[in-house]
C-alpha cells in the first residue's frame, strides 16, 4: 500500500464537514503556516517539497510561486483551476467532492503565502453541484475563522469565492481562465506577459490546479523535505490518478510515484486488470492530449526497463518511444478498441474546443477530424494518412496556447505506433466498418537493443 | 428587456456582484448568465441579454460575445429535461453510442432536437469529468452515471411524471 496524504481521510463519514475535518487534523497546517511561519517561509517549504504542477504541464510550484511579482500597493490574486475538462480526467472532481476543506485548507495557506486576499476557484460549468459543496465548506471554515478577516487573529484577511464556467474546455488554459473570470470569452493570452507579473485584472497572480493546492496541506504538516522523500528523483509525493475506460475498477487512485504502469493496471488494489477478461492493446496515461502508446511500449521502455507511474519514466523515449504523465487521466483501451475511432473522437473534441484564434489550429482541428471521418468509415486514401501527419505538424508549435500541440499530438501518436491499422482501414473499406482490427501485435514484445 | 431575477434571487445577483473589486464587476457577467438562463426556463433569449446587461452596466454585444462562446449557454428554446450525453473517447469505448441511439429511439427525436411535447431535449457533449463512470450524461445540475438503456428509460419515465405532477 502507497503513502496517502490527500485522499487518506477522503471516506471518513461526515469528513465534507468543517467538525469531522478538524476532528480528524483538519486545519492544522493552517494554523501551523498562518501562526508560526512567514509567508516566504511558506513558499520555502514549498519548494523543498519539489511538488509539480499537477494541472498537466508540471512546473515546480514552489518556484512559480517565487516568481510573483510583488509590487506596493497592487493586489495579488491566487486563482484555483478547478476547470478540469481534459478527456480522462477526474481527479480534481473527486477531491472536491468528498474531501473540499482540503482545497479549502490549501486555499488558505497558499492565499498567505502569496499574499493574495481575494481567492477565487474557477470550477467548470458542468460541475454545478459542486459549488455548492464548496461554497459551503467556505461558510463552515469562515464560521470557525479559517476565512474572512483577521484569520486566526493574525491580521491576515482572505476570502474565497467560487466562479463558475459556463462550457469551455480552453478555459483550463491559465490565460484563458482569468479571460473568462474578467467575464470575456475565452481566448488565451499572448505570453508575455505571464500572470505571475500581469494577470487578474493586470495584477500579478498565480494559477495553480486543484490537486496542487491541495497537496500543500500535507507539505506544511509533514515539512517539505519530507515530502520530497516520497515517490523518485523529480517525481516527489503522491499523485492522484484518474483510471478508466476498460479496466475492471475505474476510479481515482492515489499512488506514490515508484509503481508500475503494470502494476496500477493489473493489481487490484488500482484498475485490477482489463475488464471482460480482455487483453491491454493502448494507453493514453496522461489525459487524452498525450500520446497514446500500444502495450508493448507502455509496460516496458524501448530500454526493455519496467515502465514506472512517474514523470520521469512516462516520457522516457521522448515522444518516439514515450509519453508523459500529463493531468493523471490514464485511458485505457483493450483488444477490441478501434485506434482510428478513438482518435477521431479526440479531434473532433479539439475542433470543438478550439477558440478560434489561430488559424494553424482553428483550419487544422477541423481538417484532422474530417480526414480522420474518411478513414474511419471506409473512405480513405493512403495518400490521406499522409496529409494528417503534415497537418498536424504544421499545427505544433504554431499557435499561441498548447491547444494546438494537445491536438495534435495524440494524432501524432497514432499515427506513430498504429500506421498499420489505418492504413488496414485505407484497404478494407469495407471490411472496416464490420469489425475492428483488433489487438494485431501491439502487445507483442518488442526487441531491445542490447549495447 | 427582461428581468429574469425574482426578488430573491436579484439579493443572489447583488453578492454575486461584490465578490469582485470596485469597477471589475463585468466578471459577474458568466454567474448571472448561469443564473438567468436557470431562472428564464434553460435558455438565453435577447432581451433577457440585454437585461443582464444593463445590471453590469455593459454593453449588449459583450454579452452576446459570451454567451455565443460557452457551449452551456442555450440561445434558444429547450425542452424542459436536457439530456446531455456525453460522446468522447473514453464515454465512447464504454459504449455511449448505444445510449444515444436508445434516446433517440424511445423519444423519437434526433440529437439537437426537442420532442414534440416540449419536454426533452437530446444534446451530445464534449467529455464531462466522469469518464470513469461512464456512459454518462448531464441532465440538470446533476450527472447520471453508469448509463444503461434500462436506467435511460427509467430516468424519462422519473422526468415523465414529475412533470405531469407540476401541471
Ligand atoms: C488547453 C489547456 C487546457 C488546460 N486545462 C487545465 C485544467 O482543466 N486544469 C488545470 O489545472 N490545468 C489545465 N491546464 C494547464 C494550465 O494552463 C496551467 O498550467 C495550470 O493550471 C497550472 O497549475 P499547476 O502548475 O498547479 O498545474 C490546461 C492547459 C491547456 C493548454
Ligand atoms: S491554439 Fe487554438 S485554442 Fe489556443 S489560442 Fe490558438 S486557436 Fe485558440
Ligand atoms: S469522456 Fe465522457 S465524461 Fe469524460
Known amino acids: ?451 | 428587456m427582461m428581468n429574469p431575477f425574482s426578488e430573491a434571487k436579484m439579493k443572489q445577483v447583488d453578492k454575486i456582484i461584490a465578490r469582485y473589486p470596485e469597477g471589475k464587476q463585468k466578471a459577474a457577467l458568466i454567474p448571472l448568465l448561469n443564473l438567468a438562463q436557470e431562472e428564464s426556463g434553460g435558455w438565453l433569449s435577447e432581451p433577457t441579454m440585454d437585461y443582464v446587461a444593463g445590471l453590469l452596466k455593459i454593453e449588449p454585444i459583450e454579452v452576446y460575445e459570451v454567451a455565443t462562446f460557452y457551449s452551456m449557454f442555450n440561445l434558444q428554446p429547450v425542452g424542459k429535461y436536457v439530456f446531455e450525453v456525453c460522446q468522447t473517447g473514453p464515454c465512447m469505448i464504454r459504449g455511449s453510442e448505444d445510449i444515444v441511439k436508445h434516446i433517440k429511439k424511445r423519444l423519437g427525436i434526433d440529437v439537437g432536437e426537442t420532442s414534440a411535447d416540449g419536454l426533452f431535449t437530446l444534446k451530445v457533449v464534449e467529455c464531462l469529468g466522469a469518464c470513469g463512470y461512464a456512459p454518462m450524461m448531464q441532465l440538470g445540475k446533476y450527472f447520471r452515471e453508469h448509463l444503461t438503456p434500462e436506467k435511460v428509460d427509467k430516468i424519462i419515465d422519473e422526468c415523465t411524471q414529475k412533470a405531469a405532477q407540476q401541471n
Not at chain 1, 69 to 81: D, F, Q, T
Not at chain 1, 88 to 97: A, N, V
Not at chain 1, 254 to 270: H, R
Not at chain 1, 396 to 407: F, H, Q, Y
Open chain 1, 1 to 451: 500500500m502507497g503513502r496517502k496524504l490527500l485522499l487518506e481521510k477522503a471516506h471518513v463519514e461526515g469528513i465534507r464537514h468543517f467538525d469531522v475535518y478538524r476532528r480528524e487534523g483538519g486545519y492544522k497546517a493552517a494554523e501551523k503556516a498562518l501562526t508560526t511561519m512567514a509567508p516566504d517561509a511558506v513558499t520555502e517549504e514549498v519548494k523543498k517539497s519539489g511538488l509539480r504542477g499537477r494541472g498537466g504541464a508540471g512546473f515546480p510550484a514552489g518556484m512559480k510561486w517565487s516568481f510573483l511579482a510583488k509590487p506596493e500597493g497592487i493586489p495579488r490574486y491566487l486563482v484555483c483551476n478547478a476547470d478540469e475538462s481534459e478527456p480522462g480526467t477526474f481527479k480534481d472532481r473527486y477531491l472536491m467532492e468528498f474531501i473540499p476543506h482540503l482545497l479549502i485548507e490549501g486555499l488558505v495557506i497558499s492565499s498567505f503565502a502569496l499574499g493574495s486576499n481575494r481567492t477565487y476557484i474557477y470550477i467548470r460549468g458542468e460541475y454545478a453541484w459542486i459549488v455548492d459543496i464548496l461554497e459551503e465548506a467556505i461558510e463552515e471554515a469562515r464560521a470557525n475563522n479559517f476565512v474572512g478577516n483577521n484569520i486566526l487573529g493574525t491580521g491576515f484577511n482572505c476570502e474565497i469565492y467560487v466562479q463558475r464556467g459556463a462550457g469551455a474546455y480552453i478555459c483550463g488554459e491559465e490565460t484563458a481562465l482569468l479571460e473568462s473570470l474578467e467575464g470575456k470569452r475565452g481566448n488565451p493570452r499572448i505570453k508575455p506577459p505571464f500572470p505571475a507579473v500581469k494577470g487578474l485584472w493586470d495584477s500579478p497572480t498565480v494559477v495553480n490546479n486543484v490537486e496542487t493546492l491541495a497537496a500543500v496541506v500535507p507539505i506544511i504538516n509533514i515539512g517539505g523535505e519530507e515530502y520530497a522523500k516520497i515517490g523518485v528523483g523529480k517525481s516527489t509525493g503522491t499523485k492522484l490518478i484518474s483510471a478508466c475506460g476498460n479496466i475492471n475498477k475505474p476510479g481515482v487512485y492515489e499512488i506514490d510515484m515508484t509503481i508500475s504502469v503494470e502494476e496500477f493496471i493489473y493489481s487490484d488494489e488500482y484498475c485490477g486488470g482489463i475488464a471482460n477478461g480482455k487483453r491491454l492493446k493502448a494507453c493514453i496515461p496522461g489525459g487524452s492530449s498525450v500520446p497514446i502508446l500500444p502495450a508493448n511500449l507502455l509496460l516496458k521502455t524501448a530500454k526493455g526497463e519496467p515502465r514506472i507511474m512517474n514523470y520521469e519514466s512516462l516520457s522516457d523515449g521522448g515522444f518516439a518511444t514515450g509519453t508523459m504523465m500529463g493531468s493523471g487521466g490514464f485511458i485505457v483501451l483493450d483488444e477490441d478498441q478501434c485506434i482510428v475511432k478513438n482518435t477521431l473522437t479526440l479531434a473532433r473534441f479539439y475542433r470543438h474546443e478550439s477558440c478560434g484564434q489561430c488559424s494553424p489550429c482553428r483550419e487544422g482541428t477541423g481538417w484532422m477530424e474530417k480526414i480522420l471521418k474518411n478513414i474511419e468509415y471506409g473512405k480513405g486514401k493512403k495518400s490521406d494518412i499522409d496529409l494528417l501527419w503534415d497537418i498536424q505538424r504544421k499545427i505544433e508549435g504554431n499557435t499561441i496556447c498548447p491547444l494546438g500541440d494537445a491536438a495534435a499530438w495524440p494524432v501524432a501518436a497514432a499515427i506513430r505506433h498504429f500506421r498499420d491499422e489505418f492504413e488496414w482501414h485505407v484497404d478494407h473499406p469495407v471490411e472496416c466498418l464490420q469489425r475492428n482490427y483488433g489487438l494485431a501485435g501491439y502487445a507483442e514484445p518488442l526487441a531491445v537493443a542490447t549495447a
